[in-house]
């Protein structure tokens, strides 16, 4: 009889932690499953940021925000590091990729979901991550305000875990693939922006 009282009670401990455990392992997986979502774009992040690094013996550096606005996404930054005076292609590319410091061609092409030809930011076809050009004033600064449609930070055409790529030349904003817009000399991955 002792035995069996003994056996009771254990079978019943037993099954009373397993179901404690399902029920936290399953809040901690649910967790898991809105953090994860959230870092692969798929949850509603709303705005992300872009620190730019100088490509190997570059010198342009800065920080860009993006923001979900009603009809598309505002990007808005400081940069600096560039000739006086000058002009440069600033574009989304299609990987958060900026490992090959020497080149970055890690990043890859211009990030183009719809497959379009390269064109001007207010152009009917263009490259989603087509954002035109950057100009220096005579202290090598350049500021960055402006809203892109056909883009959004999480949701469609998503550009959150991109990058952000400066390049050496002006975009003449119609030649493919990169409007001639030469070397790539700053790159930023577009992250998550601390809420």
């Known amino acids: ?6 056996l009771v009670l254990c079978l019943t401990t037993l099954a009373t932690l397993t179901i404690g455990c399902r029920v936290g392992n399953t809040e901690h997986h649910h967790a898991n499953d809105k953090a994860t979502k959230m870092a692969q774009g798929m949850g ?3 705005s992300a940021v872009a620190v730019v690094h100088p490509a190997d013996g570059q010198k342009v550096m800065g920080t860009v925000t993006f923001t979900d606005v009603a009809g598309g996404v505002q990007v808005k930054g400081q940069l600096k590091g560039f000739e006086p005076n000058s002009k440069h292609g600033i574009h989304i590319h299609e990987f958060g990729d900026c490992s090959d410091t020497a080149k970055l061609t890690s990043a890859g092409a211009h990030f183009n979901p719809e497959g379009a030809k390269h064109g001007g930011p207010d152009a009917a076809a263009r ?12 202290s090598g600064a350049a500021s960055i305000d402006m809203t892109m449609k056909g883009i959004s930070v999480s949701g469609k055409n998503a ?5 952000l790529i400066i390049h050496a030349k002006e975009d003449d904003l119609k030649s493919d693939p990169s409007g001639e ?9 577009i992250g998550m922006k601390k809420p």
């Open 44 to 46: 509603d992040v709303k």
């Open 159 to 163: 550009i959150l875990g991109r990058s």
């Open 1 to 6: 009889m002792k035995i069996h009282s003994l």
């Open 181 to 189: 817009s030469g070397d790539r000399i700053g790159c930023g991955i």
């Open 127 to 138: 490259h989603a991550g087509d954002l035109g050009n950057l100009t220096a004033d005579a």
